[in-house]
């Protein structure tokens, strides 16, 4: 029998992960070997403080996080209990490519918060 998370869509990893600007990426889930994972939502949660001014954030897998989305905006997470769902669609439907067995998919900051703060970031997906 097949595993939940390649049934149904679930939480595939949760890490907490650097949002200040200059800040490097931080992987949050790596594919497992012999899978590869379709991401269908990333949800920004429970910051340890404000993210004003974090207005550019690519988020994917590779050195620079930028094959999912790029330039999503966190600046209006200012409160503890903010958060923010990302969807893996904009407005228009958007073509993606399968994450790879070993991707590391995580987010990087290209102009991040100016305070020194860190969140948390669900992935949400399925395998294949």
Not at 68 to 87: E, F, G
């Amino acid at each position: 029998m097949s595993a939940l998370n390649e049934n149904a869509i679930t939480l595939l990893g949760s890490a907490i992960i650097d949002t200040q600007n200059g800040d490097g990426k931080t992987t949050v889930y790596t594919v497992p070997v012999g899978k590869s994972a379709i991401i269908t939502h990333v949800v920004i949660h429970s910051p340890s403080g404000s993210l004003a001014d974090g207005v550019d954030f690519d988020i994917g897998s590779g050195v620079n996080a930028d094959t999912w989305r790029q330039a999503i905006d966190l600046s209006s997470i200012i409160a503890t209990t903010d958060y923010m769902v990302i969807p893996s669609i904009a407005a228009v439907p958007v073509k993606y490519t399968l994450e790879a067995a070993g991707a590391a998919f995580g987010i990087k900051p290209i102009t991040g918060a100016t305070l020194d703060t860190t969140a948390t970031m669900s992935v949400f997906g399925y395998l294949v």
